[in-house]
């Protein structure tokens, strides 16, 4: 199109009709490819599809309804919480490598109302929209003890600080009416698949406070925000 303005009207007519029966040209060739690949091509054989979903679309079991238990096979469907236990990008995850879905995932009756119906074909959930796992699983004297054991165990931790850098110890809260009246449970802050504790935790404070913000008073008097 650049050579177009050098051009007299005579010439660019010529162009132009030029140009028309090419694309026509294009267009026709287009059409026959797209034509003899519908045509041509042999049905997909099974786990050939894009994605390469386990079952295939085509495949009976795919719309079979799954007879659920506590004891079957997670991991067929959910692959992307099984790829995070053996990711070490996700050390909430990996660091828990060597335990079985049903370990932490122990409520068995949110969890079987979640898979009422599901079939093979059915995409899983990709955040959690009902608690399934009991965050005393997590405070099993076996494993990491209350709120209050883990406050001690942190007491030195830095790493968790607002914007402005002031840090808190994400395992004890100053003492004021909100905070007693809201206290956290670990699986609020601790999304065991997710990349990035940090952030779930500050999500769970910017219920209330402006995110990266652990102050009130400061800016303005105390105004009540909405607690999710
Ligand atoms: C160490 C404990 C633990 C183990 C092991 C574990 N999970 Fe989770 N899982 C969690 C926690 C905690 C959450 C977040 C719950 C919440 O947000 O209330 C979660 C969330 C989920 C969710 C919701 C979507 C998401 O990714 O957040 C699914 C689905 C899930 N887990 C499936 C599995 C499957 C399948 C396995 C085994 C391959 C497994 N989990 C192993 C603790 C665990
Ligand atoms: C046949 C495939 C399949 C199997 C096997 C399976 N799930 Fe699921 N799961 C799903 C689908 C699909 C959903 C989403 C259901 C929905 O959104 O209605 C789901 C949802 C979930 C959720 C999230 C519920 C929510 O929204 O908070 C959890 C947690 C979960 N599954 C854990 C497990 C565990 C643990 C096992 C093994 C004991 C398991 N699943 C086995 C397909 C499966
Ligand atoms: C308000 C959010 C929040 C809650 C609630 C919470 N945690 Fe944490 N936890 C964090 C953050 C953020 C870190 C990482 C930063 C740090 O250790 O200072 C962490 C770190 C940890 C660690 C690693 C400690 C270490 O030595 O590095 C463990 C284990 C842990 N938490 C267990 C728990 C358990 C068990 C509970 C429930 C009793 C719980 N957490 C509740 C936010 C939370
Ligand atoms: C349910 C609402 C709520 C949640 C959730 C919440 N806070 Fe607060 N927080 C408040 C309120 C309200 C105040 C101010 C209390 C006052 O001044 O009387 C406050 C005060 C504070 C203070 C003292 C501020 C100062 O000016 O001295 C700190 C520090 C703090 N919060 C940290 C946190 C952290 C960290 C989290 C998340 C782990 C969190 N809060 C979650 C409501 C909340
Ligand atoms: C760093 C300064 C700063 C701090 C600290 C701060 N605020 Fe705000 N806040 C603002 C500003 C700026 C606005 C918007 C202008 C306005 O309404 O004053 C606002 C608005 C609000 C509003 C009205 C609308 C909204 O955004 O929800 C509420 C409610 C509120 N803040 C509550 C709080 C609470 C509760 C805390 C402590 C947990 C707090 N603020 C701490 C600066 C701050």
Not at 6 to 30: D, H, Q, S, W
Not at 65 to 94: G, R
Not at 162 to 189: F, I, L, M, R
Request: some cysteine; overall charge negative.
């Amino acid at each position: 199109m650049i050579g177009k303005l050098a051009m007299t009207n005579e010439t660019t007519n010529t162009a132009r009709k030029g140009f028309m029966a090419l694309a026509v040209a294009v267009a026709v060739v287009a059409l026959a490819v797209v034509l003899g690949t519908a045509v041509g091509c042999a049905p997909k054989q099974a786990g050939e599809g894009e994605g390469s979903a386990k079952v295939p679309k085509e495949d009976p079991m795919a719309t079979q309804q799954v007879d659920w238990t506590m004891d079957i096979d997670c991991k067929t469907c959910h692959t992307t919480e099984t790829e995070t236990l053996a990711d070490v990008q996700c050390p909430q995850a990996s660091e828990h490598g060597d335990l079985a879905c049903n370990q932490c995932h122990t409520l068995e009756t949110p969890l079987k109302e979640a898979h009422e119906g599901v079939t093979y074909a059915d995409k899983p959930a990709s955040k959690a929209t009902v608690v399934t796992v009991d965050a005393l699983t997590c405070q099993d004297p076996a494993c990491h003890g209350t709120m209050a054991d883990m406050a001690v165990k942190t007491a030195d931790n830095t790493e968790f600080k607002d914007e402005k850098g002031k840090v808190q110890n994400p395992h004890e809260y100053v003492s004021n009416e909100q905070h007693d009246a809201n206290p956290p449970t670990c699986t609020d802050c601790h999304k065991i698949h997710s990349k990035n504790l940090q952030k779930d935790a500050m999500m769970w404070c910017a219920q209330c406070h402006h995110k990266g913000v652990f102050q009130c008073g400061t800016c303005h008097e105390l105004r009540e925000r909405e607690v999710a």
